[in-house]
């Protein structure tokens, strides 16, 4: 299994340009979520979703569109960037969403950078 | 308001355990406690969760005090790879708004 895969490492946007962060994973998760990271805070929740079809917001969903369309993948789409959302993205998925089989994995983050 | 309080830093010497506090003097009844690590700028990797009875696996251990209100964290034989900011979360359910990632421990494992 790759796990939680995500692309690209890496990206510098101008501000009111467009893009989508992608996720995928390969364990046949039906939880998924996305997250970011600013310097020196901890995670906080864009968007989560329970299953295909389904999403819903998190803490900080402003400026951020998400769709699941099929199990494997949960897209992140910034629609006007904005120097604000500058940070690293990490996307999530568990088997489960809770008792006693609970692990949560994350990828590798993508880092974003608005100018 | 936060769920849990967790120092800001703490060091260990390496070979040594590293016991790391949690407190979450509000958690209800069927909210269970969760330990990540951010390893650097990698992703969070799970540790281990526990509801009321402690618990081992091959990476920690997970002491629950009987009130619940408390629990530590203990790395058994600390590595300087276990360098890392250490979360401590409470909650239900392993995702949603409710899985709240607060700002952790950033432990320092010494040579």
């Known amino acids: 299994n790759a796990g939680v895969t995500q692309t690209p490492k890496f990206q510098v946007l101008k501000t009111g340009q467009s893009m989508t962060l992608q996720c995928a994973q390969d364990?046949?998760?039906?939880?998924m979520s996305w997250y970011r990271q600013d310097p020196g805070m901890g995670l906080r929740l864009i968007h989560y979703?329970?299953?295909?079809?389904?999403?819903d917001q998190g803490e900080v969903p402003n400026g951020y569109n998400v769709s699941r369309s099929t199990t494997e993948d949960f897209p992140l789409r910034l629609l006007s960037a904005a120097p604000s959302q500058t940070s690293v993205y990490f996307c999530?998925?568990?088997?489960?969403?809770?008792?006693?089989?609970?692990?949560?994995?994350f990828g590798p983050g993508t880092r974003l950078t608005v100018l | 308001d936060a769920k849990t309080t967790q120092p800001p830093s703490m060091d260990c010497a390496e070979g040594r355990a590293a016991n790391l506090p949690c407190n979450h003097s509000?958690?209800?009844?069927?909210?269970?406690v969760y330990w990540y690590r951010q390893i650097h700028s990698q992703g969070p990797q799970y540790i281990i969760h526990g509801l009321k009875n402690n618990e081992t696996n091959e990476m920690a251990s997970l002491i629950i005090t009987e009130d619940r209100k408390s629990s530590t964290l203990i790395l058994p034989h600390a590595t300087l790879r276990d360098t890392a900011v250490y979360y401590c979360?409470?909650?239900?359910?392993?995702?949603?708004?409710?899985?709240?990632f607060g700002p952790g421990t950033r432990l320092s494992v010494l040579p």
């Open positions: 509000t958690i209800s009844g069927n909210e269970y």
């Open positions: 999530a998925s568990s088997l489960t969403g809770g008792g006693p089989y609970n692990e949560q994995f």
């Open positions: 979360i409470v909650s239900l359910d392993n995702y949603g708004q409710n899985f709240v």
């Open positions: 979703s329970v299953g295909a079809g389904i999403t």
């Open positions: 364990m046949n998760h039906e939880y």
